[in-house]
């Protein structure tokens, strides 16, 4: 089985949404090295499948995904994948209230928009780090060292549903 590098940017940055970047072979590899894990195929094509997509998905949806390209993975595997790649910082845990967390590749600094209607989710652009202690009030000496950000509203599809009543 070849796998396949991820390069380092994909589509992004139109719309509002942040561009995104994604480990290269490198990165990926110098990430896991780092964490004291071993650079397995399992990780590599969980990890290729979440570079490939910006539609968040949970890990049954990744599990899924990858069955067609490793058909022996196991869904347990897929879960462990996904919490190894996590702790490493190579994709993000996703959490969206009280569903189940979804994961996302994207390294650029960004939020979520959540849409409560169809439930997508989708990257947001988010001001720069240095611009966090102007749009919080923060107490003095208090330094942002990471935030996640999370939106809820209804996303522009179906906002344009016919029938659909407008949000005051």
Known sequence: ????????????????????????????GASLAQSGFRFTQQ????????????????????FLRVKDVMPSISLATVYNCLETLSKCGLIRQ???????????????????FCCT???????????????????????????VTHSEVSLRGVCSSCAKKPGRKAAR
């Open 117 to 143: 209607e169809c439930g997508q989710v989708e990257d947001v652009t988010m001001p720069a780090r240095t611009g966090m202690t102007k749009l919080w009030q923060l107490p003095a000496n208090y330094e």
């Open 1 to 28: 089985m070849r796998i396949s590098p991820v390069s380092r940017s994909c589509a992004g940055g139109t719309r509002g949404r942040p561009a995104h970047h994604h480990a290269d072979e490198v990165e990926y």
């Open 94 to 112: 996703v959490n969206v209230e009280r569903e189940a967390s979804r994961f996302c590749a994207n390294q650029v600094d960004h939020g979520h």
């Open 43 to 62: 990780r590599r094509v969980v990890y290729d499948a979440l570079a490939k997509t910006e539609d968040h998905p949970t890990a049954v949806q990744v």
